[in-house]
């Protein structure tokens, strides 16, 4: 099992930067698939970005393409989402996720809630106009 820890959220103006963090507890960090997830007030939680084993894999919800990049430092047990040229739209709680290894491993990319098993407490991001 895996615990998962978000900071770096806050309030920025629109076009800012933000770089979230997620700490994982446990050994098992490098073979799990991270995901990052937002929920906005009154809507469902959405999927963000995802990220392979070894990072070397990386896919992007069309809402961020461009804007957002997912990385992960195995080494440091962490996983990061670099937020830039950021807008109002993008505020949320941002939720770090872990899925378990022992599914499939070649589902990929995994972009939904139930595909996760891990769930950190979620960091708030908002981002005034």
């Known amino acids: 099992q895996v615990q998962l820890v978000e900071s770096g959220g806050g309030l920025v103006q629109a076009g800012a930067s933000l770089r979230l963090s997620c700490a994982a507890s446990?050994?098992?960090?490098?073979?799990?698939?991270m995901g990052w997830f937002r929920q906005a007030p009154g809507k469902e939680r959405e999927f963000v970005a995802t990220?392979?084993?070894?990072?070397?894999?990386?896919y992007y919800a069309d809402s961020v393409k461009g804007r957002f990049t997912i990385s992960r430092d195995n080494a440091k047990n962490t996983v990061y989402l670099q937020m830039n040229s950021l807008k109002p739209e993008d505020t949320a709680v941002y939720y770090c996720?872990?899925?378990?290894?022992?599914?499939?491993?070649?589902?990929?990319?995994?972009?939904?809630?139930?595909?996760?098993?891990?769930w950190g407490q979620g960091t708030q991001v908002t981002v005034s106009s």
């Open positions: 996720a872990a899925s378990d290894p022992g599914r499939p491993t070649l589902v990929w990319p995994r972009r939904l809630n139930e595909e996760y098993d891990y």
């Open positions: 446990g050994r098992t960090f490098s073979r799990h698939v």
């Open positions: 990220i392979s084993w070894t990072g070397t894999s990386t």
